[in-house]
């Protein structure tokens, strides 16, 4: 093996729990492990972000890595962690979500290699959905007691918790069903590792429990720390809710805006999970950014690595150069290379008022511009006043009041940006 798998992930601190013997297993041969990814969208978030780097990992330390969709546990619901059951899909939606989660997957993961460590996909509804009901309480059930089940904390802390209304047999069985997922690859595709987040360690272990029982054989659990931010918010998540890999839900701007704005502590704990950066690379990083903090350098470089993987090299030039955009010397050229989508996205929440095309091909005058025709300020002396004391800028560029905005102002054939001293921007857009 080209690195040991266990030790790349300890310095890394992407490790919860190691069942006694895997460190050893590892380094024996090369070995197939999965994790499991829930098909209920068309596309993972930085949540999923922990649990493919695992993968990742592995697959560069000379392993096979194995991705399963959860196409049929998908249908039921994991209670691990949740206060209530999910939705339900059809099997048209799930194979759709799958082809899609599969592209997201091959930025970090080599499905195509010749090599014997090629990662591999499957879906658990292709081996689950000829199971009959009395087949699996038959077969599998029979090796699990109650007692066994209730014990684990997943379902312990949802049957005890006052929030709750309890829990329904379906998700009861969820750990029987990803349990046979395990007993199912490790007889048909030599898995003998499963990962996931710590939540999952009572999943998983049922597993290799039922490769005991049933396999006779033995599987091994790994789990990584379930991520947290320093101010106590949920990783993942940003003012429009989750933050995901596809960029039709999360624009790359704003995917590498959420890096950027990473606190130095939460900087240096990610640089090290969500990248392949060296150990020597990141210590070196560590150190330059503590003797010059300012600089925000951990933070420039680990949005600078995840968005490329997720995204592309482009995709990262173009959101590193909109960040910096409202500070560029060149303000003028410089927007007008943002597609509109980006534009929208640097000027989110911005004040915006439709003027007319007509207006501006007469060219807009500055009062008409600041309030008569857009109320941006609370009246036409107000805006004689700003003008006056020459806080008034159009596209970055000082103004006086007798600026006329035309055509030749418009960014993208449609914007004109106004800023009233450094704090107060707005945009008008020609309808």
């Known amino acids: ?12 601190g992407m490790i919860h729990d190691v069942m006694p013997g895997a460190e050893d297993h590892l380094q024996e041969a090369m070995r197939s ?9 068309d596309s993972l978030h930085i949540g999923n972000l922990v649990p493919i780097m695992l993968l990742a990992h592995y697959q560069r330390c000379g392993h096979k890595p194995v991705a399963l969709v959860g196409g049929a546990t998908g249908m039921i619901g994991d209670p691990s962690g949740k206060s209530s059951e999910r939705n339900l899909l059809d099997e048209r939606i ?7 989660i599969k592209g997201q997957l ?6 195509e290699s010749n090599e014997a460590n090629a990662a591999v996909l499957v879906n658990n509804y292709d081996w689950m959905k000829e199971f009959s009901f009395l087949e699996f309480i038959r077969d599998v059930g029979k090796h699990i007691t109650v007692n066994y089940m209730m014990a684990k904390d997943s379902v312990k802390n949802r049957i005890s918790s006052e929030a709750s209304e309890g829990m329904s047999f379906t998700e009861f069985t969820y750990q029987l069903v990803q349990g046979y997922d395990f007993l199912h690859l490790y007889n048909n595709n030599d898995c003998t590792i499963q990962m996931g987040g710590s939540d999952q360690w009572g999943n998983i272990t049922t597993g290799t429990e039922l ?16 991520i947290t931010k320093s101010d106590g918010s949920k990783f993942g998540k940003s003012e429009g809710g989750n933050v995901w890999l596809d960029a039709n839900r999360t624009s790359p701007y704003k995917f590498y805006q959420y890096w950027l704005n990473s606190s130095d502590e939460d900087a240096e704990k990610y640089i090290k999970i969500f990248t392949f950066l060296t150990k020597e690379t990141i210590e070196t990083l560590v150190a330059e950014h503590k003797e010059m903090p300012h600089l ?3 933070q420039k470089r680990l949005a600078k690595e995840i968005t490329t993987m997720v995204h592309s090299e482009s995709d990262f030039v173009n959101a590193e150069k909109a960040s910096g955009i409202l500070f560029s010397k060149s303000f003028k050229e410089d927007i007008q290379t943002l597609d509109e989508s980006t534009f929208l996205d640097v000027f989110e ?3 915006q008022a439709d003027i007319s095309s007509n207006d501006i091909e007469e060219g807009l005058d500055m009062i008409a511009a600041l309030a008569a025709k857009t109320s941006f300020l ?5 805006a004689r006043r700003a003008l006056k004391e020459n806080a008034v800028s159009v596209n970055k560029e000082k103004v006086k009041e007798d600026y006329r905005i035309t055509s030749s102002d418009l960014i993208n054939d449609k914007y004109v940006i106004i800023n009233k001293g450094k704090k107060n921007t707005y945009i008008l857009k020609v309808v």
């Open 211 to 226: 490769i005991r029982r049933i396999g006779k054989g033995k599987g091994y659990a790994i789990t990584c720390p379930l």
């Open 1 to 12: 093996m080209s690195k040991n798998f266990i030790e790349e992930l300890q310095w890394r």
């Open 106 to 111: 091959a930025h970090f993961l080599d499905f």
């Open 33 to 41: 492990a999965y994790v499991g990814f829930d098909p209920t969208a």
């Open 349 to 351: 929440g911005v004040p």
């Open 94 to 100: 799930l194979r759709h979500n799958q082809d899609a």
């Open 378 to 382: 609370k009246s036409n002396g107000e």
């Open 296 to 298: 925000r350098l951990l």
